[in-house]
């Protein structure tokens, strides 16, 4: 067996130790508080951030550049890995998290501007992101690094993602749906590992999330206020 499977299942045999009872009430249901749809990056740790090691607390769902949708021959739909929690175990909010330095989003970028060679898995996702990160470089603001505009871009894509959420007629309408980015390169806070709230609910303005929302107003950010005055913390 490759060494590193047998390592993983050498600390699993450690994980399975820690709370036998911890199944007790869930082994046969589910009624996990949130679904989250992550990016798949190997730094971006689904459970961990948020403080969480309790099964059925959090539905996960993980892909490259945190999509929501999937093209089908009815369309775009949010996809099924999203809807399962939101239709079968009465989860009632759906927090999608990018993060700093998106690998998905980079290459996406780098798909718009050059020819990337990947395999043609991987274009099929980048083509997802494509779309919505051609417009977003139309109105990106200029002179900006390729960190920088990556990073907006992470922004941009969690947005979309949002958006598709938050207007589809499958998604019900109770849901609250929270758009997030967990940052590990010190660009929102000199703290990495912490999430900061970008959108709730499909609105992106910083002043009315943090009225709106007092409880975390410190939590909620925002690199790119496009279509808006740029305050200090975007600079
Ligand atoms: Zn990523």
Redesign the pocket.
Known sequence: MHETVVEMLARNAEHAEIDDARFDDIQNTQFPDAVTIC?S?SRVLQNDMWGNDVPGEIFTVGN??NRVTQPTSMGHLVSGDVMFPLWNTDTEVAVVVG?TG????TTAFQYLTEDVIQPRGVKYCLEQLKPHLEEALSVLPEDLSDVAAINHLVEYNVDHQVSRLVGSEDVPEDVTVVGAVYDFQDVYSDRRGKVHVINVDGETDVATLRDENPDVADRIGRRWEYGRTPTAEQT
Do not use: Y
């Open positions: 990016c990056d490259i550049g993060h998106c690998g998905a989003v």
